[in-house]
């Protein structure tokens, strides 16, 4: 069987997003990633920020957003205008030729409205489908996609979309065609056994370990939807799963968290 071509999907948030400074850095180390490439980005701490110069309230449950309809025109501008436009045009700065999408885009990630049976999640949308082919593609001609965190259901509505579970499931969609490799890339160097202490690196997580951890509170938050797609992911297809600072990307000394099954 022919050898599948390697794919890096790299999905960026937290603070990251916000420091233009470690944005510039990362951008400027995921354009030396050789190789097809796919960049997944969140903005939750920008949406809130501009969601409460306005009047809104976040409301957040087990690290998931709430998304009534106002809160929807946020997440859309922030995720897919400021956030997006401006991660593209600073990859074309590195030679790096981008194409910014939402799920929208070429019908490229097609979601479900969230139906919960005790909680009102509003606009958010869990994902269905991948057009593989067109990103097959895009990827084939050297475009480097790069998705913001909204999806929509195929009936002209937008649905905002967990940034972790769409590399997730772009990562399990794709592990048919290349090897892939998923790595989550935010501000600290890891999964930690301590919040408080960068120096506490888990550096590898499986299964086990990750029940223990939750039921210790150790791991608690943004970080268990995060990890639930994790594994999901490697239950799928997907080759490899890391979970680090981004200069884990380019220094091969840096510290990070394995996932494993």
Do not use: W
């Not at 809104?56 to 009534?68: F, H, K, S, V």
């Not at 969609?173 to 790595?183: G, H, K, R, W, Y």
């Amino acid at each position: 069987m022919e050898n599948k071509k390697p794919l890096s999907i790299i999905k960026i948030g937290g603070n990251i997003i916000d420091n233009p400074t470690e944005l510039s850095q990362f951008l400027s180390d995921f354009s030396k990633i050789e190789g097809n490439k796919i960049l997944v980005h969140g903005g939750g701490k920008s949406a809130t920020k501009m969601a409460e110069s306005i009047g809104l309230a976040p409301q957040m449950i087990d690290g998931r957003r709430i998304t009534d309809a106002a809160m929807l025109d946020v997440v859309v501008m922030i995720y897919a205008g400021q956030i997006n436009k401006n991660i593209v045009a600073q990859l074309q700065a590195n030679n790096t030729n981008a194409m910014g999408f939402s799920g929208a885009d070429g019908n490229l990630i097609h979601s479900d409205k969230r139906n919960h049976p005790t909680i009102n999640y509003g606009f958010v949308g869990d994902v269905k489908k991948v057009n593989t082919q067109l990103l097959e593609t895009l990827l084939s001609t050297d475009i480097v996609p790069v998705f913001c965190a909204i999806t929509h259901d195929g009936k002209g509505q937008l649905l905002n979309t967990n940034a972790d579970t769409i590399a997730s499931e772009l990562a399990i969609a794709l592990s048919e065609f290349f090897d892939v490799t998923l790595n989550y890339c935010f501000e600290k160097p890891g999964v930690l056994y301590d919040a408080e202490d960068d120096s506490s690196v888990i550096e590898n997580i499986n299964q086990e370990l990750y029940s223990k951890l939750k039921a210790e509170k150790a791991i608690h938050s943004g970080m268990i939807p995060k990890l639930d797609n994790c594994f999901n992911s490697l239950s799928k297809g997907v080759q490899k799963i890391k979970i680090g600072h981004h200069r884990m990307l380019q220094d091969k000394t840096a510290l990070y968290t394995t996932i494993t099954l």
